[in-house]
Nanobody, 118 residues
Framework: VQLVESGGGLVQPGGSLRLSCAAS????????MSWARQAPGKGLEWVSG???????YYADSMKGRFTISRDNAKNTVYLQMNSLKPEDTAVYYC?????????????WGQGTQVTVSS
């Protein structure tokens, strides 16, 4: 299993970023996928998840600002982040969640840094 995130960077408050996660080594189209993040000095925080049928779920603080999507033809999951805030600064990880839980993961990538600052 390999998960490779990209798309992070430095953005001003109110700006947008689109993260991508290229997946390989498993049947992507059948797998739920998650995004999680870890801010400096804090624990891992679940951000969003998407089932194989395309149904999506978000942590409350991300609803209305973040959008998760997937392209099964490209084995890629995306996280569109709008209206970014300084508190969104974190390393963002793509992960394969354990069955019946968005909060535990079987596999995750190396992460991509997102910094929101003026």
């Amino acid at each position: 299993v390999q998960l490779v995130e990209s798309g992070g960077g430095l953005v001003q408050p109110g700006g947008s970023l689109r993260l991508s996660c290229a997946a390989s080594g498993f049947t992507f189209s059948s797998s739920a996928m998650s995004w999680a993040r870890q801010a400096p000095g804090k624990g891992l925080e679940w951000v969003s998840g998407i089932y194989s049928d395309g149904s999506t779920y978000y942590a409350d603080s991300m609803k209305g600002r973040f959008t998760i999507s997937r392209d099964n033809a490209k084995n890629t999951v995306y996280l569109q982040m709008n209206s970014l805030k300084p508190e969104d600064t974190a390393v963002y990880y793509c992960a394969i969640p354990k069955a019946s839980s968005w909060y535990e993961y079987d596999y995750w990538g190396q992460g991509t840094q997102v910094t929101v600052s003026s």
